[in-house]
């Protein structure tokens, strides 16, 4: 039997955690001067109060999505990937080798293709640590956290020395092809009669990424191989009892995962940069870890906590340019929302798993 109802644990803990780290969020602001109710509501009309504040708040949640997707398919295995960020870069670069160096006709068939480039690049960068903790035992977490720093170093040397065009200094690739540019919510809404800020980046990498959830969805929880998949995260000594092989699903997982973080090139590269840049993933593969904490793991948890953070990253740049706080404070704050979703999840669970027991035991 469960301790608590199943909305209590996917709604209300979430819920309660935010509750606290915005009190303590508040705390601080107080602590520097500033009025925390002032705060907020520039936060709120920064990235909510205008299709600008919307289309920076969709195009990073997209980008949230995307890695979300990536730890939530992993976790699901018993394997945490800090990985994210360099299949991420690894994903720019199969993108930048999509764009550049084929010719398309149109963006569509271009967008095809850079999913495909981005999705492999980053299962072949997944696919190392997952072939060591399958075959030798390394555990996921120490070899995905150095496969960044790698990931890092390859992409600035493919820049400076490969794809940076003649007579330029910027570490950077050539500007994509016509062709290849992806359509903005702007221009996607315009022809509706719905207006929409032109200047916003967010782009239909967001369509994209909400397909890929109903897809991890549908992996998970109806295919047989998201069975395996289940079962192996919740007793690896049942799931080989059951015929399942461990070395085969660890490996699978992490290619998926990989992938997942990959694709999120497609929006910050292809869609928004519109070429390939030094620390264009913007520490996203990072966030991806809180978002799926956060989300529970879940296709449509992760999508509403894609969608807080990139409210937190929209509003927290408005605060940083219309106030004199910080901006190192809006990553106290994220660090907080994160501190208590993730790390302190228990804080929460606890008092209310025996509050719910408590009342079950009245009623009966």
């Known amino acids: 039997m469960e301790k608590m109802p199943r909305w209590a644990d996917v709604v209300l803990i979430p819920l309660i955690s935010l509750l606290l780290a915005a009190f303590i969020s508040a705390l601080v602001i107080i602590a520097i001067g500033e009025d925390p109710i002032a705060a907020v509501k520039l936060m709120i009309n920064g990235a909510l109060g205008s299709t600008y504040g919307w289309g920076y708040t ?35 670069l199969g993108v930048a080798i999509a764009c550049l160096y084929i010719p398309w006709p149109h963006w569509t068939v271009a967008l095809l293709a850079a999913i495909v480039m981005s999705g492999l690049l980053g299962a072949a960068w997944a696919a190392i640590p997952a072939y060591l903790q399958a075959k030798r035992g390394s555990h996921i977490v120490i070899t995905t956290i150095m496969f960044n720093f790698i990931a890092a170093g390859l992409l600035n040397y493919v ?151 990139g409210f937190l990253y929209q509003g927290g740049a408005e605060l940083a340019l219309w106030t004199d706080i910080p901006r190192e404070l809006i990553v106290v704050i994220q660090a907080l929302v994160i501190l208590f979703t993730g790390a302190l999840d228990n804080m929460v669970r606890m008092p209310l798993e025996r509050i719910f027991l408590a009342l079950r035991k009245e009623r009966s």
């Open 58 to 92: 969709l195009y990073y949640a997209t980008n949230f999505i995307f890695t979300g997707l990536a730890v939530a398919v992993a976790f699901h295995a018993r394997m945490f990937n800090i990985g994210g960020e360099g299949q991420a870069m690894l994903g720019g």
């Open 159 to 309: 820049l400076v020395n490969v794809m940076r065009p003649a007579g330029s200094m910027d570490p950077a690739s050539a500007k994509f092809p016509e062709p290849t540019h992806l359509p903005t919510l702007y221009d996607m809404l315009t022809p509706l009669g719905i207006k929409f800020s032109k200047a916003a980046p967010a782009n239909v990498s967001l369509f994209v990424a909400l397909i890929a959830c109903v897809l991890v969805w549908l992996l998970i929880w109806r295919m047989k191989l998201g069975y395996e998949i289940r079962a192996q995260g919740h007793s690896e000594s049942a799931a080989k009892y059951a015929g399942i092989n461990p070395t085969r699903i660890i490996i699978i997982s992490m290619l998926i995962s990989g992938g997942l973080a990959g694709a999120m090139a497609i929006n910050n590269v292809m869609g928004e940069a519109e070429r390939l840049v030094m620390n264009a993933t913007e520490g996203a593969g990072f966030i991806g870890i809180a978002v799926a904490l956060m989300g529970r793991n879940h296709p449509f948890g992760v999508v509403l906590a894609a969608v807080l953070f």
